[in-house]
Structure formats: C-alpha cells, structure tokens
C-alpha cells in the first residue's frame, strides 16, 4: 500500500499521481491520510485501483470516478461522485448536496444521510443510502437507480425520466410527474441486487416502495415530437 499525507504533501501533486495510474499499475492500494476537508480529493481516476481516505472531504471528492474504489472515511461535501462514470464510492459517513449528481455510472453507497438534491440529474448510476436523503433528490432523473433505506424529503422525484427510486422509509411529498408504481417481481430482484452489492444485509426488497416517471409531462406527450 502507498501512503499520501496531505498535511505533508500538495492536492496537486497526489492527484497528478493518481492520475497516472494505468489498468495494469502495481500501486493498486493507496491510502491517505490528513484529508482535513480538502476539496476536489481523488478526482478523475481512470484505473482500477483501491483509494482509503482516511478523514472527511470537502467538496466534489471522487467526480468523474472511472473504475476505481474509492472510500471515504468520514464525510464528503457538496458533490461527491458527481458524473461519476464507474467503479464504486463509498461515504463512511454523511454526504451533502448533490451526491451522485450526473452520474452515469457505477456504484455509490453513503452509509449516513445525503442531503438535498441527491441523485439531481442521475444518467445511469446507482445510489444506495443508507440513511435520509433531502429535499429534490432524483430531479430530473434520467437513468439508473436510487435506494434509500430511510426517508426522503419534499419533491422527491420532480420531473423524472426513466429512473428507478426505492424508498423503505416515508417520503414526505412527490415531486411533479413523480408518482408510486407497481413493485413487480423484476423489479425486487434488481433491489435484491442492489442491496446486495452495496454490502447491506439488514434490509428486504419486500420493505421498499417503488416510484417513478407518470410520464404526463410536456417530453413524454407524442404530440410534442416535431418540436426536438
């Protein structure tokens, strides 16, 4: 494993040397220590490699994320993960606003509560929390899913696409053209596998309610085709 102090070495220089990093690199476990809420930590990795931050994160920690692991062992701000592309991130603790916003791909589990907006604009990645997530989480999601084992806030949900949410907990209102749907057999199993990759095992599909697109709004009407 290769350790990177941050309160002994420049941002710059660790994620010039992540950056680096090819599929077939030998430096496969990084770890590093003294985060102190520094913003912008591990982004734009491109390899599949192992990365442990040992302490909060500021903003926008893990964007761009492709195919690498990264863990963070406390909490993240605004925009953790954001376009994220695929691989897998993790939060120890709670993520602020627009966690997982854009991404299109791969896996990210917060173990604590996100905050407003989680999942704004989701365009193929999965979004597992373990906790609360706030108010205009999955606007104007496209794709992918999002899974909330706690409670979601007001306008869950408005103007989505085609994505797929999960809440076990109550969700305190629906946003516009977001509606309860059916909870069928297909879908159960995706929950079933969702949870499973997420590492969680206190919890059944059977528990979650399904909610998605009533597809009424102005994109989804036929007659609106000749105006694209």
Same mark, same amino acid.
């Given at each position: 494993?290769?350790?990177?102090?941050?309160?002994?070495?420049?941002?710059?220089?660790?994620?010039?040397?992540?950056?680096?990093? /090819?599929?077939?690199?030998?430096?496969?476990?990084?770890?590093?220590?003294?985060?102190?809420?520094?913003?912008?930590?591990?982004?734009?990795?491109?390899?599949?490699?192992?990365?442990?931050?040992? +302490?909060?994160?500021?903003?926008?920690?893990?964007?761009?994320?492709?195919?690498?692991?990264? /863990?963070?062992?406390?909490?993240?701000?605004?925009?953790?993960?954001?376009? !994220?592309?695929?691989?897998?991130?993790?939060?120890?603790?709670?993520?602020?606003?627009?966690?997982?916003? /854009?991404?299109?791909?791969?896996?990210?589990? #917060?173990?604590?509560?996100?905050?407003?907006?989680?999942?704004?604009?989701?365009?193929?990645?999965? #979004?597992?929390?373990?906790?609360?997530?706030?108010? !205009?989480?999955?606007? !104007?999601?496209?794709? +992918?899913?999002?899974?909330?084992?706690?409670?979601?806030?007001? *306008?869950?949900?408005?103007?989505?696409?085609?994505?797929?949410?999960?809440?076990?907990?109550?969700?305190?209102?629906?946003?516009?053209?977001?509606?309860?749907?059916? !909870?069928?057999?297909?879908?159960?199993?995706?929950?079933?596998?969702?949870?499973?990759? *997420? +590492?969680?095992?206190?919890?059944?599909?059977?528990?979650?309610?399904?909610?998605?697109? *009533?597809?009424?709004?102005?994109?989804?009407?036929?007659?609106?085709?000749?105006?694209?």
């Amino acid at each position: 494993m290769r350790t990177y102090d941050l309160a002994q070495s420049p941002l710059r220089e660790l994620n010039e040397t992540l950056h680096r990093q /090819t599929d077939g690199s030998n430096e496969a476990q990084w770890e590093i220590l003294n985060p102190r809420g520094g913003h912008a930590i591990a982004v734009g990795l491109d390899a599949p490699i192992n990365v442990d931050v040992r +302490g909060s994160v500021g903003y926008y920690c893990a964007g761009m994320n492709k195919k690498a692991t990264v /863990t963070v062992h406390g909490s993240a701000g605004p925009g953790v993960a954001e376009n !994220m592309m695929s691989g897998r991130v993790v939060i120890k603790g709670d993520a602020s606003q627009y966690a997982g916003a /854009t991404g299109r791909g791969g896996l990210l589990v #917060i173990e604590g509560n996100a905050s407003s907006r989680c999942g704004i604009s989701m365009k193929g990645i999965d #979004i597992v929390v373990k906790g609360n997530i706030g108010h !205009m989480s999955a606007f !104007m999601a496209q794709s +992918g899913h999002l899974v909330v084992l706690g409670d979601a806030g007001d *306008a869950l949900g408005d103007s989505i696409y085609e994505a797929k949410l999960f809440v076990r907990g109550k969700v305190k209102s629906l946003g516009a053209d977001c509606i309860e749907k059916e !909870m069928r057999p297909e879908h159960q199993e995706a929950l079933t596998n969702l949870l499973k990759n *997420a +590492g969680i095992k206190d919890a059944k599909a059977s528990e979650f309610r399904r909610y998605g697109s *009533a597809r009424k709004l102005y994109n989804f009407n036929i007659d609106n085709a000749d105006a694209y």
